[in-house]
């Protein structure tokens, strides 16, 4: 199971530090990622991470958005900075096999974070 936290409102320019914590499996065994989804939008991918620490980012994360992992603590974090209103979207945790060609197949609930103009 996926529990994500941290949403909430927020001003353009601002930071909010989302986190995720997993439970059941082996924490290490997975590719853990963000994806988000603005209203009337398709689910989109924001950035992922395997458990040596390795990062991918969407286009729109990189430069303002980090993705971090603790193993010993199952949990996946992803720092924030210079918010803008287009970042407005319910937020998703999702964690895959680190296996060749695996999907995402494990979902939290979602943390809406909403950015102000």
């Known amino acids: 199971q996926l529990q994500a936290s941290g949403g909430g409102l927020v001003q353009a320019g601002g930071s909010l530090r989302l986190s995720c914590a997993a439970s059941?499996?082996?924490?290490?065994?997975?590719?853990m990622g963000w994806y988000r989804q603005a209203p009337g939008k398709p689910r989109a991918f924001v950035a992922d991470?395997?458990?040596?620490?390795?990062?991918y980012y969407a286009d729109s994360a990189k430069g303002r958005f980090t993705i971090s992992r603790d193993n010993a603590q199952k949990t996946v974090q992803l720092e924030m900075n210079g918010l803008k209103p287009e970042d407005t979207a319910v937020y998703f945790c999702?964690?895959?096999?680190?296996?060749?060609?695996?999907?995402?197949?494990?979902w939290g609930q979602g943390t809406l974070v909403t950015v102000s103009s």
């Open positions: 059941g499996g082996t924490f290490s065994s997975y590719v």
């Open positions: 999702a964690a895959k096999r680190d296996t060749p060609a695996s999907l995402y197949d494990y």
């Open positions: 991470i395997n458990w040596r620490g390795s990062t």
